[in-house]
């Protein structure tokens, strides 16, 4: 680990004034991926802002029937909330499939969304990885490509966004609320905070320079059951090889979303009208245009028969 300054933020504004102001400078909370990543020097920053104490650790109603979630909310607060619970489970069910307890008791909402990919060849600074070093070409492609990306995908990146979290969020709708360093503040629908590869993966979401998350709001309940499926190698502690959130209501409409198969939480708005008819249409919608390898083409057929296995479970429920 390289050596680096370190700094106490007293307010959000302040936080993304002081990274605007200091180059190569990062965010921290809970750390649980960024220092990892610093331990490997993947991630060098000269200077880390602590945004523990800027007090956006609540998690409140909002005028429109929905919830407002601070930025630093941990993620085990999140899961355990009652509204959450009541209203958002497939948000809880969702942070539950995520972690180990210990590191939902650290790990931040702002930081769930900002996670990097757990590719391998990213995490190998041995290898060519354009997301880590632009430019320098995309070993995963001919590489081990069986946990890897089948739409959205580039010539120069097939990795995967590693949130359950983001999945559930884009789901539900949530929009990302930002300070800007001026002061100023935006909010960013979640379905265009995270970026697809393109030319330039190592650019992952929309947040401009020193850009702080302060929250993120969801909006009044959907109602119907909620389903978060999560499919990997081993029953814990592993990222997904590909994973469902659904919403499915009474009339046997609502909503889908997939993880592991994209560099972002994976949602065709399009693809939700064709749930009554079953988990073989919704998964030809939402893997339209698929790019496969020979090693991850599977990924097609277990999508389909795990949107088909959570609709027959909401029939019977």
Sequence with gaps: MRAFTYQRAQSPAEAA???????????????????????????????????????????????????????????????????????????????????????????????????????????????????????????????????????????????THPSDMAVAMQLLDAVVETVRPDGSTRSIPMAEFHRLPGKTPHIETTLMPGEMITAVTLPKPLGGKHYYRKVRDRSSYAFALISVAAVVLPDGTGRVALGGVAHKPWRMPGADDSLPRGGKAVAAQLLAGAKTTEENAFKITLVQRTIESVLAEAKKA
């Design 17 to 159: 004034a002081i990274a605007a102001r200091t180059p190569n400078a990062k965010f921290i909370a809970g750390g649980t991926n960024l220092l990892d990543l610093m331990k490997l020097e993947i991630e060098t920053p000269a200077h880390l802002i602590d945004v523990n104490g800027v007090g956006l650790d609540k998690i409140e109603g909002t005028p429109q029937g929905g919830v407002r979630i601070g930025a630093m909310v941990r993620n085990t607060d999140l899961a355990a909330d009652e509204r959450i619970r009541r209203d958002y489970g497939v948000l809880s069910r969702a942070l539950l499939a995520g972690a180990s307890a210990q590191l939902r008791n650290k790990a931040t909402t702002a930081g769930n969304l900002l996670q990097r990919t757990r590719c391998p060849y990213f995490y190998d600074t041995n290898q060519a990885c354009n997301k880590r070093t632009p430019g320098s070409g995309c070993s995963a492609i001919a590489g081990h490509s069986r946990n890897h990306a089948i739409v959205g995908v580039s010539d120069e990146c097939i990795a």
